[in-house]
Structures are given as structure tokens and as C-alpha cells.
């Protein structure tokens, strides 16, 4: 009843940017929380940073300073702005977005994910 579409991932070179989204459609009443995870072969899915309705964020330590969440919430539209990249964050990005169907029912849904990799 949740469909997430990301978008914006690709190949970039160390100290380079790149922006994610992810679009958020369906039966929604009310979104609470968004999210970026990243997960590679060689570790598990980790949090990267997270969005609350209010606005309040949190970021993974290995990214503060670096990485910027926002959101849009007209658009249903959660957003990750990834500055000086590094080749540890190559990874597969996955938005995770939870809140409240129209029938009242609460949800929590995840994007089929989005390849960033940094080349150094």
C-alpha cells in the first residue's frame, strides 16, 4: 500500500557530492519518520540519518558533517545530500519511512535501495 521510488545514486569520485531521494506514495495518512540506511557485502544495513515530522535529525557519527537529511513533506519526498564522499561509503542506500495508512493503520516501508559507489 507503500510504494518508495529512490533515485539518485551513481559512481563519483572521492571528495565529490551526490544527492538521494526518495519518493514516498500510497494510501498515507501522516509520515513520521524517514531514513537512509546503507548496506554492504562486507557489513551490516546501518543507520545513516533519520528525519522526524518536527524536523529533528540524527546522523550516524561516520557521516556528520558531511551528509544532510531533509524532507518534504508536500511531497512525501525524504532527502539525502552526501558531501565529501569517501570511498567507504560505497554501499546500497535504502530509505525506510514510517507513519499512518488513511485506514489508521500504522506502516513502516523500505526502498529496494540505490548503489553509491566513491571510487578513490
Known amino acids: 500500500q507503500v510504494q518508495l521510488v529512490e533515485s539518485g545514486g551513481g559512481l563519483v569520485q572521492a571528495g565529490g557530492s551526490l544527492r538521494l531521494s526518495c519518493a514516498a506514495s500510497?494510501?498515507?495518512?501522516?509520515?513520521?519518520?524517514m531514513a537512509w540506511y546503507r548496506q554492504s557485502p562486507e557489513k551490516q544495513r546501518d543507520l545513516v540519518a533519520s528525519?522526524?515530522?518536527?524536523?529533528?535529525?540524527n546522523y550516524a557519527d561516520s557521516v556528520k558533517g558531511r551528509f544532510t537529511i531533509s524532507r518534504d513533506n508536500a511531497k512525501k519526498t525524504v532527502y539525502l545530500q552526501m558531501n565529501s564522499l569517501k570511498p567507504e561509503d560505497t554501499a546500497v542506500y535504502l530509505c525506510?519511512?514510517?507513519?499512518?495508512?488513511?485506514?489508521?493503520?500504522?506502516?513502516?516501508?523500505r526502498g529496494q535501495g540505490t548503489q553509491v559507489t566513491v571510487s578513490s
Open positions: 525506510n519511512v514510517g507513519g499512518r495508512l488513511v485506514s489508521g493503520q500504522s506502516f513502516s516501508s
Open positions: 528525519i522526524t515530522a518536527g524536523g529533528t535529525t
Open positions: 500510497g494510501s498515507i495518512s501522516s509520515i513520521n519518520i
